[in-house]
C-alpha cells in the first residue's frame, strides 16, 4: 500500500513520467479553512530549478484539489489534489528499462514488479513523488500551525561541513519560523556557505552529496504517542524512511547515547512554573514513545543523489556483465535542500495522525 | 493500538506487575510445526539472572500456549501465548506513582493515561513486554528459516568500547548462526572483554551503559518491500522502535552516507553466475525501501538503562520541586545483551510480514 | 485476521477443545471501571446449561483478566481476558475429521487450512467463541450506557411463530432495559410461549429451529458514521454476520422497502422541542450510513443449529460417497435465545468503535 | 475513511459537483492488461440516460487513469482514476442547504461534518460516487474472470413485482454473461415487462419504488474467506451496505432461514466425480464466513429513491417546522436497473480481496 496513517489517511499514487501525482487525505475535520497560498509557498520550497543548488529541470507542482474542499474550507470529505506531468519527452526507455541505475530501485522494482513498472524517471520511486506528500503535509502543518505546533528544519550537515544543532531545550517557534523563511535554512548560517560550497563543487565534478536534516518541533503537548508499535518514534521513522535517499533516522541524543552513562543521558525533571519540564532534553521530547511536552528533536541522514554524472558500473537485467552507464540529464547534485520541507512535511503527517 | 504487520498481526498485551503478559498472532500458515525446544532456548537469551552482566532478577518467561497450536503444529488460527508474572511485592506505589523517574516513560504516561495507567514495574513500558515480542518472533524466525532466511544479530558497541561491523557483503548464515550461539555475541571477540568490562564498571558504581546492536539477515530475497510508507526501512524502523531504549536506526552505511560523494556510495551492479549482486552493499541490501537480494544490515542504537543506583533529581505529579529519587531494585546495569533476541526477533515480524 | 475495529479493536482467539478461548480489547479509555457484577450476569445470559430451551451441557464462562484492569478500573492498555476450556474428552476426532458435518465450516475449513485446523468441537466456528465477544461486548455496552446509549434486544420469531416488533419511533431505554431483565426477552410476551413451543418440539424430534432477533438502539446520537464503506449499516452488518447461523441482516424497514413507493418509506422531519427528528423511523434511524438520532432498529436472521439429532447424508474428505452421519452429543435446538446477548455485544462494537 | 480492503484497498474521493470523482486501486498485480473497451461497456450499464427506466439527466462517466497503467497494463503501483464531473448550474445551494430532503443523508451529514459538507446533489452521498465504484469493481471483475470466477446479477424484484431467484445450484458462468448482456437483466423476462411497468407508473405519479437485486458467482474456490469478522459475508455486507440504498442483505435462503427446520436448512454433501459439492445450497455457498466451492447467491433490498416529485414535510436546520419541500430536477424513479452492475463491482472488490 502506499498509505500512512490511522486517524487520518494519505495515500500517494502517481508516476514521475506518467499523466499525474497526487494524493488522497481521507479524516481531515470539516470547517477547516486552508491558506492556499502559504501552501503554494511551502510547495515552492520543494520545487526544482530554484537555484544553482538543485537542478535546473523546472517542474509545475501547483496542485488541482478534486474534492474535500468548497471555497477554500475543508468539507470533511477526501482531499484528492492532482499534480499534471509535464509533457516528458521519455525517449526510448527500452534500453532504459535493461540498466539498473546504481543506488536507484530499478533492479529490485524490476524484480517487484516483474519488469512492468513504470521506470520512466524512476516511476514511483522517483523524488518526484514528495510533492504530493508535501501537498499532504502542507495542509496539516496549517492545522498543527493552529493548535500551537510548529514545525521546522534545518540542514544540519552537508557531505563534511556539520552545523550547529538545535539546542532541545531552548528551541522556539520563533526559531523554526526564521528557518522555515531562509533560502537554505540552516541554525549556523556562517556555515551556510561552506554547505553550499561542497554542493557546487560536487557537481562540478558530476558527482553528488548527501547530509543532514534536523527536524523540531514546538507546541506539541505532552502524553501523545501509543506505547510500542505506535510510539511517536515509530511513526516518525515510519513517514521519514518513505523520503527517497534517507538511510538514518535519530531521535535527541540519538546514536549518541550508546556513548553516554545512564547519569548522564536521563534527562531531570523540573518545575517550570506549574509545568513539568526536563533540565535538559536528551531524549528528543519523547520517552516510551509518548511526548513529554519539551521540542521534539530528530535527524534523518540523506545518502548523496545515485543519479551522477560520472560513468558507473552496471549490468543488463537480460544478464549483461560490465556495463558502463553514464546517467544524462540534469540531476540535483544534493537532495538536501529539497528535502528540507518534506521532512516537515513527513513530519506532519505522523504528528497529526498520532493527535487524539 | 499494540499491534505489528498487515500479512499477519502481533498483538501485545500485559503490564510488568499485572497477571501476565503475552501475545496474539494472526495470519501464520496452518500446517508448520513449531520447535518448542528452539524457542525455549531462544526466549532464554532475553531472560533475566543469566549473568553478572545483567539483573539478578529471576523471572519464568515460560510461554503457555491457549491457541492456534495443536500436537505442536500451527492450526491456522490466531496463536494466544501467554506469560504469567510473578507474584510481585509491588509495594506502596502511591508513592512511586508520584514522583517519575528520570528516562522512563512515568511521565508522559501519566499525562496520557490520565494517572490510571499502571506504573508498576515500569506496567506496559516495561523491557518485560519484549518476552511475548521474542515470542512472536521466535516463532516466526522457525518459519523464516525454512525458506532460507536466516537472520543473527551482534554486539557492535558497548559505551566507548567499539567492535567490527558485519561485512555486508560477505557476511553468511554460517557466521549469523555462530553468532546466535554465543553467549556474548559480538563479531571481534577480543573486544568482547572490553564490552563486558565497561557493563561491570559501570555496574559498581551504580550506573548503567548503552551500545550498538548490529543486525544481518541473508537468504532475504530481492524485490520484496513496498514502495513509500511500507519499505522494508519504513517496516524495520517501524518495530525496532518498538524495543525500548532504541533512539536511533540506521541502514547500511547509515549515517556515514551523508559523508560521501555518491560516487563513493552508489553500490555497483555486477554478475555472479547467473545472480545480478552488488559489488558492495553501502545501502544495506535496500534500495527504495525494496530488498536487492544482497545482505541485509542495519543498526539499532540503546540509551543506558535508566533505572540508576544514583540519586536524581526529579519532581513530583503534585508539583512538588526538587525530590531527589534513588531507585532501589535490581537493574539491568545495560540492556543491550538481552536486547540482542529482541531485535532479531523484531526482525523477524517485520521480514516475514513483508513477505508475499 | 480475527480483529475488528480502527479506534478500539477486538481480537478473538481460542477453539472450542484448546485450552482457552479469549479477547484483546484495545484502545479503551483509561480510568473507567468495570462493573464485573454485571458483566458477569450479561455473559449468563449466552452461558448454556441454563434451561430446557438450550443445551444441557455446562461450561464455566468466567472470563479472567490478564491485563489492562487495575483494581477494577481500565489503565488504558489492552485488555486480555481468557476463558479456560473445561477438560473435554474430544475422543476419536480422527474419524470426525474426515466426515465433514452438513451446514457446518466443517468442510471449507479444511480446504481453507489443508487439514491443519482443529476440528474438535468446531474450533474457532464453534458458537463458543461469541463468549470472548459477549466479554468485549459487555464492557463496552458499560461504557456506551454511561454515555446514555442502551442497546436492547429481542426474539422476534421463532420458525413460524413471529412476535411484534419494535416500535422504531417509541422504543424507550425502559423498554430495552426490561427486555434485557427477561429469561425470553421478547416484546409480545404472549407470543414467547409458542416461540418456546417451537424449540421443544424440534427438540423433541431431533430437530433444530431458527429465528429472528431484532435489536433496538436509544440515545444514539445523530451524525455518527461515516459514508459509503464505514457506514453503521456497514459496520454493523460486519460484526452481525460474524455471529455463526446468522443469514441476513437488515435496517428499518428491511427488505420490506423494495415494496414501498418513496413516497411511503420516505421518513418526514419534524420538530420535537428544539430537536429535528423524523415522524416515522422507517429508515431505522441510519441514512447515507449516518445515525440520524432517531432509535436504530434492525434485526438478524438465525438459521437452525446445524447439528441435528437425525440421521444425515455427507461424504468423507477422503473421498467416500453416501456416509450417514449421526451427530451425537447435547446441541441447542435453537441458538436465537442464547444469541440475543450476542447480538447485543455485536452491535456494541460496532457501534463504540464509530463513535468520534 | 472511504477505503476498502486489505489485500488491495480501493478509495473513493470526489462530491457530486465538485469538480471531479475517482478512486485509487492498490495493490494490484503487475502485469495484467486492462480491457478498456469492456470497461467502458460495463461503465455505461451504470450511466444515466440510457432510456425512459431512468433520470434523462447525461453525465460523462468516462475515466481518465493517471496513475499505475503503461500501455494498458497495470504497473503495479496505485491506479487513480479520475472522472470529471459535469459544469452544474448548482444554483443557489443556501436554501438547499438549509432544507433536509426526506430519505436522504441531508441532515445526519449537516450534523456530522457541522454544515460544511458540500450538500450539492448530495455530495459525497450522491449516487454518482458509484461510478467510481465501478471502475474498480470492473477492473477487478475482468482479474476474476482471469481465473475463471464470474459474477453475475439480475433484478429480482421492482415493488410488487417479483421475478424468479436463482437456481442456488444449476446456476452457471453461461447464464450470468447472458444476464449481463440484458438491457433489463432477469431471469424470468417475462416478468421484466411488469417490473418495468412498476417504474414507468410510479414515474408517472412523479413518485419511485425500490426493488431486490440478487447476485449469483460461479468458479469461487473452496476454502476462501476468514473466521469470524473477515468471513465472505462479512465482507460482501460491508460493500453492499456502501451502496446508496442498500437497506438488507442476506445469503443463501437468506430469511427465509429462519422459517426452517434444521433438517431442511443443512445441505448434504455429495461428490460429482472427485469434487465435493452439496446436493442443495440453501447457504448460499458460504458457511462459517468460508466458501463451499458452490455458487455464491446473495441478495440486496433497495429501498425507493428518496427524491421524488410529490410535495414533502420537512423542517429548517435553522430549525423551522412544517416546511412544504418540492424537489425539483430530473430524478431516477427506480435505481434498481442501474445499480446492477454496482452490486456487481461491488461484490467483485470484496471478493477479490478474500482470495489468497
Keep these: 500500500m502506499n498509505s500512512f496513517g490511522s486517524k487520518i489517511r494519505v495515500t ?29 509557498a511551502f510547495l515552492e520550497r520543494r520545487a526544482p530549478g530554484r537555484n544553482a543548488l538543485g537542478t535546473s529541470r523546472k517542474e509545475s507542482d501547483a496542485p488541482e484539489f478534486l474534492s474535500g474542499v468548497l471555497d477554500g474550507v475543508l468539507t470533511g470529505a477526501p482531499v484528492c489534489a492532482v499534480i499534471r506531468n509535464a509533457d516528458h519527452h521519455s525517449g526510448d526507455y527500452a534500453q532504459l528499462k535493461d540498466l ?47 493548535r ?21 531545550v531552548a528551541v522556539s517557534a520563533g526559531l523554526l519560523r526564521r528557518l522555515n523563511g531562509m533560502e537554505f535554512p ?29 527536524c523540531a518541533v514546538t507546541g506539541f503537548p505532552a502524553g501523545v504517542g501509543d506505547p510500542m508499535f505506535d510510539g511517536l518514534e515509530n511513526r516518525l521513522a515510519q513517514v521519514l524512511f518513505a523520503i527517497p535517499a534517507v538511510k538514518g533516522v535519530e531521535f535527541g541524543a540519538g546514536f549518541q547515547v550508546a556513548e553516554l552513562y545512564g547519569s548522564e543521558n536521563n534527562d531531570s525533571f523540573v518545575m517550570e512554573g506549574d509545568t513539568i519540564r526536563t533540565a535538559t532534553n536528551r531524549c528528543g521530547g519523547i520517552l516510551g514513545g509518548i511526548s513529554t511536552g519539551m521540542p521534539l528533536v530528530f535527524r534523518a541522514a540523506f545518502k548523496p543523489t545515485p543519479s551522477i554524472g560520472k560513468p558507473q558500473q552496471t549490468v543488463s537485467l537480460s544478464r549483461r556483465e560490465g556495463v558502463e552507464l553514464v546517467i544524462r540529464g540534469r540531476h540535483d547534485p544534493c537532495v538536501v535542500l529539497r528535502a528540507v520541507p518534506v521532512v516537515m512535511a513527513a513530519t506532519a503527517l505522523a504528528l497529526y495522525d498520532a493527535l487524539p
Design 186 to 214: 540552516t541554525l549556523e548560517e556562517s556555515r551556510g556557505a561552506a554547505m553550499r560550497e561542497e554542493i557546487l563543487s560536487a557537481s562540478a565534478q558530476g558527482d553528488s552529496v548527501g547530509g543532514v536534516v534536523e
Design 100 to 146: 539498473p541505475r546504481p543506488g536507484h530501485a530499478d533492479y529490485p522494482s524490476a524484480v517487484k514488479f516483474h519488469g512492468f513498472n513504470d521506470v520512466r524517471g524512476g516511476g514511483i520511486f522517483s523524488g518526484r513523488l514528495t510533492a504530493p506528500l508535501c501537498v499532504a503535509g502542507g495542509i496539516l502543518l496549517q492545522l498543527l500551525e493552529r
Design 148 to 168: 500551537g505546533i510548529v514545525i521546522g528544519a534545518q540542514i544540519q550537515r552537508i557531505h563534511k561541513s556539520v552545523g550547529a544543532a538545535f539546542d532541545p
Design 12 to 40: 500517494i499514487f502517481g508516476e514521475s513520467h506518467g499523466p499525474a501525482i497526487g494524493c488522497v487525505l481521507e479524516g481531515l475535520p470539516a470547517g477547516e479553512s486552508i491558506d492556499f497560498e502559504a501552501l503554494k
